[in-house]
């Protein structure tokens, strides 16, 4: 990633992507490369300018920002895509976060919390509109059948099966290797093993699998 966090703005309407760029602007680590109005442009632009963070409205005519996003995650996973929606509905929220984004903000979000969700993005965190949480812990809880689990625990070494108890619970590599007791290199790794057996590219992806297959509770995100 480049010092200054380039930035790719994808919403429909032209006065919103106006505000978040004027936003943006006022700060010098922001750099807003593009913008786009729809799903397939915002994808085109994102294979031509590479940004480090997609802001993408969910509800887009056309191409939609959950369809846009499962290209974007499987073509460029270095990219790192947040969904800001009005869309307060779990199953949108569930979905955007299955195809591959790494947040979801509500557009009612304060100012200072978009742009330090963005930071955080930019850094390789995951973040979720706090009012969403709750949902999004709701729409995993229901536990995995016994078999089911079984198989699942097999897939993974013990300490995968430890560092997945971790993740489920939202924390960073630092965090994981402080309370495990293990160099932060020795994590990634371990991560890095996870997001190749799970086939996935994002830590939210693997939170709500750990979540859903009984690794843990507590805010997955």
Do not use: C, W
Not at 18 to 40: C, H, M, P, T
Not at 48 to 76: N, R, T, Y
Not at 92 to 103: E, F, I, K, V, Y
Not at 122 to 133: F, P
């Amino acid at each position: 990633m480049s010092e200054r966090i380039r930035v790719l703005l994808v919403d429909d309407h032209t006065l919103f992507r106006s505000g978040i760029k004027s936003l943006l602007q006022r700060n010098d680590d922001f750099e807003v490369v593009g913008e786009a109005g729809d799903g397939l442009e915002g994808i085109k632009r994102v294979r031509s300018l590479k940004p480090d963070v997609a802001l993408l409205d969910l509800h887009m005519p056309g191409v939609s920002g959950l369809e846009a996003v499962k290209v974007i995650s499987e073509e460029m996973p270095e990219v790192r895509v947040l969904m800001l929606t009005v869309s307060e509905d779990a199953q949108d929220l569930m979905d955007a976060l299955r195809a591959g984004a790494s947040g979801y903000l509500l557009k009612n979000i304060e100012t200072d919390m978009l742009v330090d969700a963005i930071r955080r993005a930019a850094q390789g965190e995951s973040v979720v509109s706090q009012q969403m949480t709750a949902k999004l812990i709701q729409g995993v809880r229901n536990p995995p059948k016994a078999e089911t689990a079984t198989i699942e625990r097999d897939r993974f070494s013990p300490r995968e099966r430890d560092i997945l108890a971790s993740l489920a619970q939202g924390e960073s590599n630092k965090e994981i290797a402080r309370k495990l007791d293990l160099a932060e290199s020795t994590v990634k790794i371990h991560v890095q093993n996870i997001f190749k057996k799970l086939n996935m590219s994002s830590r939210v992806q693997v939170a709500l699998y750990a979540v859903e297959n009984g690794y843990g509770h507590g805010r997955p995100y």
